[in-house]
């Protein structure tokens, strides 16, 4: 196979090369306003005279936005335009970046944090839609591969600049990055919404708000739940954590009940819960949980076992990560090629069970290995990643006729971010279970025989998760690829 000849049906159209610059930058816009951010932290702290854990707010924010309004953002795209709103998710993100490098104190940061979080899931939203309109099965592994490179580029972007900024110059200068990419996001979504046809787009019936504020309300408490507000000790099993955590988990499993009693009343549900009698979209959310859930276990043990359990600074950590993400940038091509070439349903199982022998691996041998060594044992864990990615879109968005695009959009979106909250959640609190309560009296070198065990756990609960994950993919059957390209829909948006 000739990787160049298979990308080149691609950009065959001035249509596809506008939908695929629109959507790989705002994925690099979208991508450099998340992981990157967390470095600021310490410096937003000690500027604005705060504990760490409001200057975490900066980042709480962001999610809480992001993660609640994807599946709302996408369903107002299936009535305005996908293009339309993308466009608009385009301009929030671009102007909350702009607008925290005037801030005068953390609150507006904060404010404007939660502004680039709404513009982010409108943009993460109505990608996918956009993407499948404009692209048919047979070519989708490809296509999907574009904005995913699109977003390591941002990550790995984002994380130099981010550490570069802060080292030698300001914060602002740091959040001052985002605005030429977000310029550049900006035109390219531009060109895509003003050539595409959207005046074609019907409205297909009132939006049900009400269902809207429950999905939002529901992620909202998810989120919440997750993080350590509690005060306190950053524990999941202490008195006081108990106390905050499982009435929050409470609350959440209630508001998506009733979400679900009052999608099932309204006549244009956020959710048409009918979607999911279809067991092959099902069974592929439920997979795509499963992998978002060791992304955010390994993003959350990995500095951790680094620094508590290695005794590093936090720019190992950087080094750690950054060669990782390099690997993203090419291997997302390879599998989305190797995927609309033979349309195996092997390839989304076999990926996440080389994902897990990268973590068996590395829980096993973590205390036995030099730090310097970690980098190398992750490259399954990378690599199953980003083969696993564009597969699992692909699949996920062609499980749905075209015309529930929005829906689809939404919930690989919605499920992506719960599989996010739940693995952060679950591997911490894995972790913590071998941490004892005196371990804040003990040396550094004492203490990190506790944390590499925690850590050993943490990796063998999220082998199993993935084979789990695994086992339900493998009963995905394989989409049919088409005899010859569908062509492109007026409405590509």
């Known amino acids: 196979m000739r990787l160049p000849q298979s990308i080149a049906p691609l950009f065959v159209t001035p249509e596809r090369r506008r939908v695929l610059l629109a959507l790989a930058t705002g994925s690099m816009l979208v991508q450099m306003s998340s992981l990157p951010v967390a470095l600021s932290l310490p410096t937003l702290a000690d500027e604005f005279n705060v504990d760490i854990d409001v200057a975490a707010w900066i980042v709480i924010a962001y999610l809480l936005a992001i993660g609640s309004g994807a599946m709302l953002g996408a369903r107002v795209g299936d009535r305005y335009g996908h293009a339309r709103v993308f466009f608009v998710g385009i301009l ?60 390591r580029i941002g990550t790995l972007s984002g994380l130099a600049t981010f550490g570069l900024s802060l080292e030698f110059a300001t914060w602002r200068i740091a959040f001052l990055s985002f605005l030429p ?20 787009v019907r409205p297909s019936g009132h939006i049900d708000y009400l269902g809207g504020i429950l999905l939002v309300a529901a992620a909202v408490t998810l989120v919440l739940s997750t993080n350590h507000l509690h005060g306190g000790a950053e524990s999941f099993t202490t008195s006081q954590a108990i106390s905050y955590h499982v ?54 043990l990995v500095p951790i ?44 199982p076999g990926a996440m069970v080389v994902i897990a022998m990268g973590f068996l691996i590395l829980g096993l041998t973590v205390a036995h290995i030099p730090a310097w060594t970690v980098p190398l044992i992750m490259l399954p864990i990378t690599a199953g990643t980003s083969i696993f990615n564009p597969i699992n879109n692909a699949t996920v968005m062609s499980s749905l006729p ?12 919605t499920t992506r971010e719960l599989g996010h909250a739940l693995g952060a959640t679950a591997s911490a609190t894995a972790l913590s ?26 990796c ?19 989409i049919k690829q088409p005899a010859t390209p569908a062509p492109i829909p007026a409405e590509a948006a």
Request: glycine content about 10%.
């Open 402 to 413: 075209l015309e529930h695009r929005g829906v689809a959009s939404g919930m690989l979106e």
């Open 181 to 200: 990419i977000g310029l550049i996001a900006t035109f390219t979504a531009y060109r895509m919404m003003r050539h595409e046809k959207i005046e074609g």
């Open 305 to 348: 076992v680094m620094e508590e359990g290695f005794g590093l600074t936090p720019l190992f950590v950087m080094l750690v990560l950054v060669p990782n993400q390099s690997v993203g940038i090419f291997l997302p091509m390879i599998g989305g090629s190797l995927y609309d070439k033979h349309g195996s349903r092997l390839f989304r």
């Open 247 to 300: 009435p929050m988990q409470i609350l959440f499993l209630f508001l998506v009940a009733l979400f679900i009693l009052v999608e099932r009343r309204v006549k244009n549900p956020v959710v048409d819960l009918r979607h999911f009698r279809n067991k092959y979209f099902s069974l592929s959310l439920v997979s795509n949980s499963a992998f978002h859930f060791s992304m955010l276990a390994a993003f959350t």
């Open 460 to 478: 063998l609960m999220v082998v199993g998760i993935l084979i789990a994950g695994a086992v339900v993919a493998y009963f995905h059957k394989a």
């Open 433 to 458: 279970m071998f941490l004892p309560e005196f371990i804040s009296t003990l040396s550094e070198t004492e203490a990190q025989g506790f944390y590499l065990d925690g850590f050993r756990f943490a």
């Open 92 to 151: 929030g993100s671009t102007l909350g970046a702009g607008l925290i490098v005037i801030s005068q104190n953390l609150l507006e940061i904060v404010v404007f944090r939660a502004l680039s979080g709404m513009g982010a899931a409108l943009i993460i939203g109505n990608a996918n839609a956009i993407l499948v309109a404009a692209f048919p099965i047979g070519e989708r592994g490809r296509a999907f591969s574009i904005p995913i490179i699109g977003s």
